[in-house]
């Protein structure tokens, strides 16, 4: 019986302790698995050491999905954390649980993804639209201003790269040399479906083993690569110029060998790091931008060693490390 | 000794929620913590209903998460078509009890096993899902129905929970009565009990049947509904792996998959022990994969007692 | 005759209650000795302190003058002890072979000759090695089990109603096998219910009551009443009660069988004649709405929902749409009564109550349906004498209260005991149901084989 309360105390004990911590942000993810989120929690963890501040990284129990994410945000409402840094699943089902943290004097900073709502405190996340506009830059310097150029897009209804598709066409749209002669393909999420629809987009402009397209520019991981397997199988790659977006070492692999000239890279560990930035700027008072671009990077062969892209590429691992 | 047996998940309830509370007292105790409780268990209480009929008369149901996820579908597609909330409450429990008779069907007409069927219709209705919401989730119009399980707003505070919850709970008097005190209710204890026994007793063992597994699927299209109350949208790829939690919060709640054992309450206690570890960990701030072990372990040496406290209740 | 196996002031107690106190057990080398008594008597657990799974609280066993102590049923096995139960315990998807050497491999070369000489002793060398288990009749199943006790040595075998499951020819054939084994020196523990076959096969016959040795005598100085009185420790007067019964009109006929009010009628015939075939077509013919209850001979497969309780079971075909608990508990512990079912409450597990008042429970349900025709398949297999009793006597109420009682048996004295008239099935054809007075067993077991038989 001594024992018991004596186990009681120290666990009692602890708990207090552990009550009156500083302030405490939870970080939640999409998922814990990949290395986009490891980078993100890298940064996080950096700006809490910079801040004095605890975070908890908490991601739903079973990867992308929606109701495991929303059980994560209504814990930390009830664990009582001082703010919550989200990335949500959902544009719409994540709505009621950050409300519901708002209404308890709970702010919120949103990451990566938007929500249709303007109670949180602030959106950090990349400006796809700036991406995609790099991306044409990019192409069209390749391309030395004229030619004609193919996109492959994602798929519909996804907003982040729609938004990156808008602005690849408008920013190619400004060289008058340069001729957009199909935009309408889909490529979808495996490496399998993007690699298909490569291969139906490229059929009618092959030519006696020559393409009578100039440049490419795909929009995301899946359809990146997809693209360069369809390249590489037809014995055309580094025979067309070719803009991608997002990195995985294959694909530095191909911008190493030329079979690519540029990689449009968004930065997970700026976004981690800014997110709980901004939310001790927010705790503490003092005014935060309603909208914090994370800025993308473009990665190209001759840029690829230098210390500003290798820090954008490499944080995650070594943070972690 | 009957008592014990019964109390045998509560006690377990009580365990794992005042370790919790004792190592945080500020957060785990609070009633808002309660209500987050009981709100995040309303879900797979609700199925664990339909489960706790469909394990106690012996069979099994796999196919529960994916009906969730089209029963989500199917009231949000009825509110975009501008269909009214009822009309998508009754579309979704009726697309359920659809699945759970055609699954009894097959089972008692072709005699195959319902481990077997309801593996099938896993992957079946999971697809019937997804194409419906043409593998996109469908956006709905707000409705009363986002209510149901939603944070009670301040002047609704007198109702404790949400009234899914209230929903769930009264549904539960009703299953518990109807197993006890009628006679449908002892049919499905017979089946579980001794199949060929209840055939020579002359219970109609595949009407009973079928309409369990019906029951069992109407069950979770409700669930289906408090789902969609949550996420606000109908989402195909929701619940994934759900059926395993049902599963297993039935059978800690003393259920037997071999049949003919089995209780609302416990079911209901087994649940909410599932929401409480989950939670507990979560508050903590413990890593997924902590979190996964001491599930799983938990769920092991919770049933692995009951049944080493079962035998010695028949020993002595 | 040397005594192979002594047990001596054997004592065990489960708790408060005692087992076996101060049991000695002797069985001498080429004897069989036969260990009766009702269930519950002790007998199940004198015989798991002889194999090693009990470890008794006091006493000594011997085999051959030397101590004997198992701690495990591997150290019986392996000191020549060897169990067969009712239930065979054989892998059905292993060969013959296999089976004999389950759990005791030998040297791979020596296998085969060793299994075919046991079977050879057993005097069935025609018996394939190859052949599956699961293919194999019942008693020949048995067979296996004998020739694994053989081929492992064994000194002492001890055999637990091993007949319940075989018919006539097939029992002769067993005590055919016995005999020989008696004749190569060992020692024979032989169990059964089935009093008749005790005198027909055993040497000494010894009777346990309350974990208590009550008689001990060559079977020749052995009377079939003054083993009941012995077993149960009150006279049991008339073990097959017949009051005076007259038959009705028919109600029934079916291949042939007129089934009357106020009379049973007996099927007799070998497993697999056809005999459960018959009542099951019955019965799906007319079922509870239609007043007729059946009991089925399998117990725990079918029969009863063993996991269940009691008060379910009984009430099972004929509940209402709400069902109080109260009321089915009153209806249920009427007929447990009626019927001296040793039980707790209404609502114990089934599987807690011993066979003989588990088959109450099935005969129970049918007097709760107020049943008009009564289908029994098998009703007393397996079961204590008390309650054998018990299940005739009901019989007998049920056939003088007007109801019409169909009974299939393969244990011609209970049948010749209980019936008006028996018919006799052979190879899926029912003969004609002629009145017990006109009826022997010698005959009866001639029509069966097809030999002889009615016109």
Redesign the interface.
Known sequence: MQRFAWW?GV??M???V??QEPTTI?VIPKG?THEFWKAIHAGARKAAEETGVNI????P??E????EQ???V???????VNGIVLAPL?D??L??PVH?AVRRGIPVVIIDSDLKSDRYVSFVATDNREGGRRGAQRLAEVLGGKGRVVMLRYA??SASTMNREEGFLEEIRKHPGIEVVSANQYGGATTETAYRASENLLAPYKKDGQLTIDGIFCVNESTTFGMLRALQDGGLAGKVRFVGFDVSPKLLEALQAGQMDGLVVQNPYRMGYLGVKTMVAHLRGEPVEKRIDTGVALVTRENLDTPEIQAVLRPALEALR | MRWVGRLGPVIGLVVVYGLFALIAPESFTTVRNLETIARQTAIVGMAALGMTLIIVMGGIDLSVGSTVALSTVVVAGWLQAGGSPWGAMVAGVAAGGLVGAVNGVVITRLRVVPFIVTLGSLLVVRGVAKGLAREQKIDAPASWLEELLAVLPDEQRWMVVPPGVWLMLALAVLVAVGLRFTRFGKHTIAIGSNEATARLCGVAVERVKTLVYTVGGAFAGLAGVLQFSRLTVGDPTVALGLELDVIAAVVIGGGSLAGGEGSVWGSLVGALIMTVIRSGCSQMGLPNWVQEIVTGGIIVAAVALDRLRHRRALAT | MSVRLRMQGISKRFGATVALREVSFEAPAGTVVALVGENGAGKSTLMKVLSGAVRPDAGTMELDGQPYRPRHPLDGRRAGVAMIYQELALAPHLSVLDNIWLGNEPRYRERRRHAAAALAELGHAELSLDARVGELSVAEQQMVELARAVATDCRVLVLDEPTSTLTRPDVERLFGLIRRLKAGGRAVVYISHFLEEVTEIADRVVVLRDGEVVGERPTAEWTIPALVAAMVGREVRELYPRSARTPGEVVWEVDGLAVRRGEVVGIAGLIGAGRTELLRRMFAQRNWRARVGMVSEDRGREGLAVRWTAADNVTLPRLPWWVWPRQQAARAGRWLAELSVKCRSPWQRVSELSGGNQQKLAVARLLDAEVEVWLLDEPTRGIDVASKAEIYRRLDDAARAGKAVVMVSSYLPELLGVCDRVAVMCRGRLGAARPVGERNEHEIMLEATGVGGAP
């Open positions: 009681l666990v009692t602890a708990g207090s552990w009550a939870a814990t908890i990284w908490k991601g129990l079973r992308d999905n929606r109701e929303i059980k994560v209504e814990d930390m409402i009830v664990r009582k959902d719409t089902a709505r009621a519901d519909e209804g």
